[in-house]
């Protein structure tokens, strides 16, 4: 399993970005993804899962409503749309294969992860 | 719904360590729990308390009752010194707890 996020840097606050997560090692058309962060010299807090197939969208309370997940199954990725960020976002985002254990959703692999910074 | 860890958790080498995660009723739900070595990404090594992903040593042994689960942590090495984190799914959300450092003496 190998998960690469990308597109983390510094924004202003207000604005907008987009992560990706190019997935290989596995059928990434059968598992369900997840987004899940952590600020500098603080603890994991889970953002986001979609099920295998797009039809299932779950988020986490901090973030409802600014954040939506999606993925590309004939590409393999996993995207992450943030909007009206704060610094409060700022944090490593990792993405994570599911550990396919239902009903739950849980993070299995994780990826390295990508720096975001909201930043003037 | 929350869960509870403590901030940190000292063993000396070859000792016993454990780590608690309170949350309400926790033992009713599927417990998880992975480990962040400095500068690493986590990687989840016990789901279900008792199941672990092969290839991991058999110190590590997880239970959970009432409001309490627990990771156990047998034979201490210093290469176990990480941050530990249990989650749980609940209400369509993963929730993490704040995490615990282990720190081998």
């Known amino acids: 399993v190998q998960l690469v996020e990308s597109g983390g840097g510094v924004v202003q606050p207000g604005r907008s970005l987009n992560l990706s997560c190019a997935a290989s090692g596995f059928t990434f058309s059968r598992s369900g993804m997840h987004w899940v962060r952590q600020a500098p010299g603080k603890g994991l807090e889970w953002v986001a899962v979609?099920?295998?197939?797009?039809?299932?969208?779950f988020y986490g309370d901090s973030v409802k409503g600014r954040i939506t997940i999606s993925r590309d199954n004939s590409k393999n990725t996993l995207f992450l749309e943030m909007n009206s960020l704060r610094s409060d976002d700022t944090a490593v985002y990792y993405c994570?294969?599911?550990?396919?254990?239902?009903?739950?959703?849980?993070?299995?692999?994780w990826g390295q992860g990508t720096l975001v910074t909201v930043s003037a | 719904y929350a869960l509870t860890q403590p901030l940190s958790v000292s063993v000396a080498l070859g000792q016993t360590a454990r780590i608690t995660c309170e949350g309400n009723n926790i033992g009713s739900k599927n417990v998880y729990w992975c480990r962040q070595r400095p500068g690493q990404a986590p990687v989840l090594f016990m789901y279900r308390e008792i199941n672990r992903p092969s290839g991991d040593p058999e110190r590590f042994s997880g239970s959970k009752s009432g409001n309490t689960a627990t990771l156990t942590i047998t034979r201490a090495q210093a290469g176990d010194e990480a941050d530990y984190y249990c989650?749980?799914?609940?209400?369509?959300?993963?929730?993490f707890g704040g995490g615990t450092k282990v720190t081998v003496l």
């Open positions: 989650h749980v799914w609940d209400s369509s959300t993963v929730v």
């Open positions: 979609i099920s295998h197939d797009g039809n299932e969208k």
């Open positions: 994570a294969r599911d550990l396919w254990d239902p009903p739950d959703y849980i993070p299995e692999s």
